[in-house]
């Protein structure tokens, strides 16, 4: 297997799958799409819809998994234009590029965030062609990862420990909430539309779950170790706003050890579905060595 | 029928079933529980969710649409959240009490309102027990009227209104998606979960979609005739935000003229349901000569 290729070809279909689902009305209220759509397209590394896809193409195909890949996308998208605003992280630059309140403004970007979380849930309501128990299923898997108990639930965590220590174990709490919570569910629910068992949909529910948590050290590791031309964004941004992360907190060294082990630890749950894990394992592999 | 009577114990239904609905979890993310809590259980009219339970009564019983009547109330609520927000109106006051930015601060009141649109769905995927294909159908309704082509669309226009003179046309788009959107929502999934057809689900919508531009004129006739007291946030505010409202375009003899025709021709589309739309009928009377 070319995984890169693969990977291009997977990211390319997702970008497709987007446009699709991304109907731009020339009305009144056009503005709003365009904020929503600067944000969308705006160069994501779409690794929940291709984990989705892929999830799903184990044990069925990607395309009917497809809303729910760009769906989870839309969400993370909006979780991005929220987490940048003035009164959050106050960031004036993503991937590169100015942050979608620089641009349109403070209100839009709440109202394009709030939309694109909306659209989350438009884009599998009327795009899904699987069976409407399976559709619910999977709705409830989404909404519940993206929400309170969820991703929003991270958000909180990581708000509320603004300027103070950290104890470990509320960073690993906010990490799998606002990180590991849309991986998860663009595992499940992939695994789910694909067509896998309910120990499949637990399997790759576990697969995220170290995965995500690796991204997450992997990011705290950039933040010190690369450059902001690299990563679109300003490094040392965690240390200028008094974060803990993984490496103030376990150090450099430490932090690369945990990264490898819960890399590790995702790949080993693969371990009984041989061949047809191969690209999640590369995926695994691939985010664990990436330089942004 | 004692509308009264029935309008006070329909309220106190849907305050139950919110409170059934919105569980508060003592975790890291308690936090945000407090803010929705706070802006959910503010003293709101209830008027969606009492509109979606009575469309529910004319054809079926009211209980199949509690979930629904809460979700669309909580979606009601995070716009009112989102739009009170320094960057959208900056208002202090709503309903006597502290907006919820400034009781939990501004990154507070975005995530809390995120977690209420969030919480919208999964109270419905959660707690709905009617056929799969039914509740899918109601959540599109209820998607769709919250999205970019409903209330967001709404809030979209009302910001590129803002110090502009606006024509009637975009007055009347504005306020069919920002206040009629949800209203329609409330009406629509109320029938369709109460078991109405086709016809019945169209009639309600067509119903709500008058009523709601009623409640807008009557809403900028209060602001100018009531009350701070009454309304429990400071009336002229339309004017002093040099907002384009009924009043301002139509002068207030005429608005009250709208006022009543639009009440008259919600009222008109029930005339086939007789008794049946009896409490409907009435509820559009009270808000025509609410005080608030």
């Given at each position: 297997?070319?995984?890169?290729?693969?990977?291009e070809a997977?990211?390319?279909?997702?970008?497709?799958f987007?446009?699709k689902?991304?109907?731009?009305k020339?009305n009144?209220?056009?503005?709003?799409?365009d904020?929503?759509?600067y944000?969308?397209f705006?160069?994501?590394?779409r690794?929940r819809?291709v984990?989705c896809?892929a999830?799903?193409?184990?044990?069925?195909n990607a395309?009917?998994?497809?809303?729910f890949?760009?769906?989870i996308e839309?969400?993370?998208?909006y979780s991005?234009?929220?987490?940048?605003l003035p009164?959050?992280?106050?960031?004036?630059?993503?991937r590169?590029?100015?942050?979608?309140?620089i641009?349109?403004?403070e209100a839009m970007?709440?109202?394009s965030?709030d939309?694109l979380?909306?659209?989350?849930?438009?884009?599998?309501l009327?795009?899904?062609?699987?069976?409407?128990q399976?559709?619910l299923?999977?709705?409830k898997?989404?909404?519940e990862?993206?929400g309170t108990?969820?991703?929003?639930?991270?958000q909180?965590i990581?708000?509320?420990?603004?300027?103070k220590q950290?104890?470990?174990?509320t960073?690993m709490a906010?990490?799998?909430?606002k990180?590991?919570?849309?991986?998860?569910?663009?595992?499940?629910?992939?695994?789910?539309?694909g067509g896998g068992?309910?120990?499949d949909v637990l399997n790759?529910?576990?697969?995220?779950?170290?995965?995500?948590?690796?991204?997450?050290i992997?990011d705290?590791?950039?933040d010190v170790e690369?450059?902001a031309?690299?990563?679109?964004?300003?490094?040392?941004s965690d240390k200028?706003n008094?974060k803990?992360?993984?490496?103030t907190?376990?150090?450099i060294?430490?932090?690369r050890k945990m990264?490898?082990?819960y890399?590790?630890n995702?790949?080993d749950?693969?371990?009984e579905?041989?061949?047809?894990?191969?690209?999640?394992?590369?995926l695994?592999?691939?985010?664990?060595q990436r330089?942004r």
């Amino acid at each position: 297997m070319d995984f890169l290729a693969e990977f291009e070809a997977k990211i390319n279909l997702a970008n497709q799958f987007l446009q699709k689902f991304f109907l731009k009305k020339e009305n009144h209220q056009m503005s709003v799409y365009d904020a929503m759509e600067y944000s969308l397209f705006s160069g994501g590394k779409r690794i929940r819809p291709v984990l989705c896809m892929a999830c799903a193409e184990m044990f069925g195909n990607a395309e009917d998994a497809m809303p729910f890949a760009c769906a989870i996308e839309m969400i993370h998208t909006y979780s991005l234009i929220h987490d940048d605003l003035p009164c959050m992280d106050d960031d004036d630059l993503r991937r590169g590029k100015p942050t979608n309140h620089i641009v349109f403004g403070e209100a839009m970007a709440v109202l394009s965030g709030d939309a694109l979380l909306n659209l989350a849930f438009e884009t599998v309501l009327n795009h899904s062609k699987a069976a409407p128990q399976l559709v619910l299923e999977g709705l409830k898997i989404m909404a519940e990862s993206s929400g309170t108990e969820g991703m929003i639930g991270g958000q909180v965590i990581d708000l509320e420990s603004e300027g103070k220590q950290t104890d470990s174990v509320t960073l690993m709490a906010m990490h799998v909430h606002k990180t590991g919570a849309l991986m998860m569910a663009a595992a499940k629910t992939g695994a789910l539309m694909g067509g896998g068992s309910k120990e499949d949909v637990l399997n790759m529910e576990k697969f995220a779950r170290y995965l995500g948590v690796a991204f997450q050290i992997k990011d705290d590791i950039l933040d010190v170790e690369s450059s902001a031309e690299i990563l679109g964004k300003p490094i040392g941004s965690d240390k200028n706003n008094e974060k803990t992360t993984f490496v103030t907190l376990y150090g450099i060294e430490q932090s690369r050890k945990m990264l490898e082990d819960y890399t590790q630890n995702a790949i080993d749950t693969l371990a009984e579905y041989g061949e047809r894990a191969a690209f999640l394992k590369e995926l695994a592999l691939f985010l664990l060595q990436r330089d942004r």
